[in-house]
């Protein structure tokens, strides 16, 4: 059973499309939590969810819009798609200070 | 805004030898995060350092947490290749990581 799962693993799109990335945890965590990683592998912050809440929303284009159906699930949503969005997007969840588990990654590519 | 540097950034050893990344934060944090990355993998927890002089050991890595110096070091003992991979802290609720250091561990 995969603890973090997210889908698709893999992504190419033209600009200007809309996408979505689906991210589930089946650990009962009550925190998610959306990454980006460059092509420099820097990981950033974007946003983060706790019961359906969001907590964190760290100064990303609001083309990104994350949604929390329940706390299973965290999905990201992106409009009008640029060349700069491609990378590695990561889900992560956790309870507490302990054990953040992240998803295999979706690696989203923009042509 | 918490800032997380680790350095080296980059760093080729030879198996059997020992070396140290060091991870500094620019402010106080209870909570410290190591972490490891293969190649187009996710990433995988390796330690959670939460108090100051926290030290924890898992085989050939060893991790400790000094808080008042802000400073976070990740211990390697007689590298083998399977080590090399890009180890990242993380400091607070994981919003900051490091930039990540690579380590290659040649024969």
């Known amino acids: 059973d995969t603890a973090v799962s997210q889908t698709p693993k893999y992504l190419v799109t033209q600009m200007g499309n809309d996408k979505s990335i689906k991210c589930e945890q089946n650990?009962?965590?009550?925190?998610m939590y959306w990454y980006k990683q460059d092509s420099k592998k820097f990981l950033k912050i974007m946003f983060s969810?706790?019961?359906?809440?969001?907590?964190i929303n760290e100064t990303v284009p609001n083309r990104f819009s994350p949604k929390s159906p329940d706390k299973a699930h965290l999905n990201l949503h992106i409009n009008s798609l640029e060349l700069g969005d491609s990378a590695v997007y990561f889900c992560?969840?956790?309870?507490?200070?302990?054990?953040?588990?992240f998803g295999s990654g979706t690696r989203l590519t923009v042509v | 805004e918490l800032k997380v540097e680790q350095n080296p950034l980059f760093l080729s050893m030879q198996e059997g030898k020992n070396y140290t990344i060091y991870c500094n934060y620019s402010?106080?944090?209870?909570?410290l995060y190591w972490y490891r990355q293969d190649p187009g993998k996710s990433l995988e927890s390796l330690f959670v350092l939460l108090s100051n002089g926290a030290v924890k050991q898992e085989g050939r890595l060893m991790a400790s947490l000094d808080t008042k110096a802000r400073l976070s070091t990740l211990h390697i003992t007689a590298a083998v290749h399977d080590l090399s991979a890009t180890y990242f802290c993380a400091v607070g609720h994981i919003e900051s990581f490091g930039a990540g250091t690579r380590l290659t561990v040649k024969p």
């Open positions: 992560a969840s956790s309870q507490t200070t302990y054990g953040y588990t």
């Open positions: 969810y706790n019961n359906k809440e969001l907590i």
């Open positions: 402010t106080t944090s209870d909570r």
């Open positions: 650990l009962g965590h009550d925190t």
